[in-house]
């Protein structure tokens, strides 16, 4: 069971390089979503899609680019990488059990580093 | 704008007791409150969470309290233990199309054996 799986794990970039995150889930979830944390800002949304096709912004977007391959994959894209993009970012699908709660399926998430 | 405050921003406690971590929130439109749990390196996991039509929740160790009036929730880790050494997050949503979660600052908590 892989759950959510998000590569790279770690990655430096130069500032205004540019890069992508993949991420991939095989729950077949329909909403996907992409948050940074950062030290005592706990976890903010930076892109999410409620469904295949479809992306919407969310709190912090600017600096980002979204695609929703398909249902599996949603991927961030970061044109040109600025020091304060420096973060750890975490993709995460939407789990819907038989019980009323619901919650997210986390990936293990991406630790970036622009210098 | 902060949506959802919670403290404190640290916690240390002592095996066996009781940990209690605090949020509060603005957007009187939430209405589902979970809390997530943390361990390093990994990917926030869901642990419990309440709708705000019941004032408690309990599962286990881990209990919600929910006060609706002052917009205010908590999480109690009852005989707290050193694997309960993670970093909390609160989180607040309104239950449409997104469930889009806003998250708290997280709590990072430390019991001592």
């Known amino acids: 069971n892989a759950g959510v799986t998000q590569t790279p794990k770690f990655q430096v970039l130069k500032t205004g390089q540019s890069m992508t995150l993949q991420c991939a889930q095989d729950?077949?979830?329909?909403?996907m979503y992409w948050y940074r944390q950062d030290p005592g800002m706990g976890l903010r949304l930076i892109y999410y899609?409620?469904?295949?096709?479809?992306?919407d912004k969310g709190e912090v977007p600017n600096g980002y680019n979204v695609s929703r391959l398909n249902k599996r994959e949603f991927s961030l894209r970061l044109e040109s990488a600025a020091p304060s993009q420096t973060s750890v970012y975490f993709c995460?699908?939407?789990?819907?059990?038989?019980?009323?709660?619901?919650?997210?399926?986390f990936g293990s998430g991406t630790r970036l580093t622009v210098v | 704008q902060q949506q959802v405050k919670q403290s404190p921003q640290s916690l240390i406690v002592q095996k066996g007791g009781i940990s209690i971590i605090n949020c509060a929130y603005e957007?009187?439109?939430?209405?589902?409150f979970p809390w997530y749990q943390q361990f390093p390196g990994k990917g926030p996991a869901l642990l419990i969470a309440?709708?705000?039509?019941?004032s408690e929740k309990k599962e286990g160790r881990f209990t919600i309290s929910f006060n609706k009036s002052a917009k205010q929730f908590s999480l109690h880790i009852m005989d707290s233990q050193p694997g309960d050494s993670a970093t909390y997050f609160c989180?607040?949503?309104?239950?449409?199309?997104?469930?889009?979660?806003?998250f708290g600052s997280g709590t990072r908590l430390l019991v001592r054996p």
């Open positions: 995460a699908s939407l789990s819907r059990g038989l019980r009323e709660d619901y919650g997210y399926t």
């Open positions: 729950m077949n979830h329909n909403s």
């Open positions: 899609s409620a469904s295949e096709g479809t992306t």
């Open positions: 957007n009187t439109a939430f209405d589902y």
């Open positions: 309440i709708r705000p039509d019941v």
């Open positions: 989180a607040a949503s309104r239950m449409d199309s997104s469930y889009k979660l806003i």
